[in-house]
């Protein structure tokens, strides 16, 4: 069995929106969070740095400083951005910006904090993905990133796995964010069609995203890995 206990949970992308519903939800399940954001956090957590994931030198030489300061023993790759655009007018320049904020760090984060993990004896990673890895209109590029981390998970499962170290995948999708609303006001035609196709007949909330995260992240998970939860409200059913 893992040694694997609630320590420290280092959370990308943790300031806003789901990020922010799953660092509140760790620290309330007893971890110490620590956030690495570009912008300030909406909500409290223990420790945060103001970052550009996207520069891998300042990321590297952060996380090293951090690995040496705490006990991180869970890890929540959730940083992301999209740009939306049909096939052909896909811009080759935001293939490398979209890789080097949704994919990069989660391999330098990995690295960073596993050799901890392993004196440890146990710890947990868990990709935030998409639903749209099952394919979404618009998405060339994000869907890349996204089936990317969820291909890495299932090989880091395997190789981790030996060490008390787990490693799965969050999907969700349609979750009601500010940008969601931003982009379909809840008043909308086409708001209301993308609602009445969820067949729980609503959009997910951060939480419920969290909720799923939290359950990875928990010590009695220890025999679940390299498995991906769609949390979308059933939309990727039949």
């Known amino acids: ?6 320590r420290a949970a280092l959370v990308t992308g943790g300031a806003n929106g789901i990020g922010a519903a799953i660092t509140a939800r760790l620290k309330a399940d ?16 223990d ?22 300061r705490h006990d991180i023993t869970c890890l929540v790759n959730n940083v992301g ?20 904020v949704n994919l990069r760090p989660s391999i330098l984060c990995a690295q960073a904090l596993l050799p901890r993990m392993k004196e440890l004896g146990g ?3 868990v990709m935030n993905t998409s639903r749209v890895t099952l394919g979404k209109e618009l998405r ?15 090989t880091w ?6 060490h008390g170290i787990t490693v799965n995948c ?12 931003k982009n379909n006001p809840p008043d909308a035609p086409l708001t209301r069609e993308i609602i009445e196709h969820v067949p729980v007949r609503r959009v997910g909330t951060g939480e419920d995203v969290a909720n799923a995260v939290a359950f990875f992240c928990d010590p009695r998970a220890g025999f679940v890995t390299g498995q991906t939860l769609f949390v979308c409200g059933g939309v990727t059913v039949g």
């Open 1 to 6: 069995m893992s040694r694997y206990d609630r």
């Open 30 to 45: 007893g971890f110490r969070t620590i956030v690495l954001d570009v912008t300030a956090p909406a909500i409290d957590c």
């Open 47 to 68: 420790d945060f740095h103001q970052i550009d994931l996207s520069d891998a030198t300042a990321t590297t030489a952060l996380l090293g400083d951090l690995a040496g």
């Open 81 to 100: 951005i999209v740009t939306p655009a049909p096939l052909e007018e896909v811009d080759p320049a935001d293939f490398d910006r979209m890789m080097h």
């Open 123 to 125: 710890g947990r990673i």
């Open 140 to 154: 060339t590029l994000y869907s890349a990133t996204k089936g990317a981390a969820q291909s890495m998970a299932r």
């Open 157 to 162: 499962a395997l190789e981790l796995g030996p």
């Open 170 to 181: 969050v999907a969700p999708g349609p979750i009601g964010t500010d940008a969601f609303w």
